[in-house]
């Protein structure tokens, strides 16, 4: 494979927020590829922080322009371990939890099933407000998402 085959290595950071639970929410994501960094962040006027936690890791796989090799790390066990434990569960169940009941925030699972599929994607879990700096990083970036819901106040 030449190098102008060869996959695409991202890090990617992702971070979800909200004031209250529901309420204003945002979500923040950088992206580190060949040397360079870009930042992605947004937010919703009214939504829940696992929400805003999917959204930011939909939103980051959604910039890439072709499948690439990725690290993911994100602070949420909910997302890690959905999409890297439950999902294929929740498939064969179609999309039920244990108790038979519907698969919270289908519309996203569905949505980010759909997108790691184009990717070779490992998950990492890392721990929130620990210090790590990436992490961190995002989540300044899902608080400024909080912001430009309610309109920059």
């Known amino acids: ?6 996959p695409v290595r991202v890090r990617i950071y992702t971070d979800g927020a909200c004031k209250g639970n529901p309420g204003p929410g945002g979500w923040g994501a950088l992206m580190q590829f060949d040397g ?3 930042e992605l962040y ?6 829940t922080n696992n929400r805003m936690e999917l ?8 910039a ?14 909910y997302v890690q371990k959905g999409i890297s434990e ?22 996203l699972w569905l949505e980010l099933d759909r997108l790691a599929g184009a990717h070779d994607i490992r998950w990492h879990w890392v721990k ?14 899902a608080n400024r998402g909080i912001e430009a819901s309610r309109g920059g106040r």
């Open 36 to 38: 360079r960094e870009k």
């Open 42 to 47: 947004g937010g919703e006027p009214d939504t």
């Open 128 to 141: 929130g407000h620990a210090g790590h700096i990436e992490n961190e990083r995002a989540d300044l970036l």
């Open 55 to 62: 959204t930011a890791v939909i939103r980051a796989l959604e």
């Open 64 to 77: 890439l322009k072709r499948s690439c090799e990725i690290d993911l790390y994100t602070d949420s066990q």
């Open 1 to 6: 494979m030449s190098a102008a085959q060869s």
């Open 86 to 107: 439950w999902v294929a569960t929740w498939k064969r169940r179609g999309w039920k939890t244990a108790d038979k009941k519907p698969v919270k925030n289908i519309d």
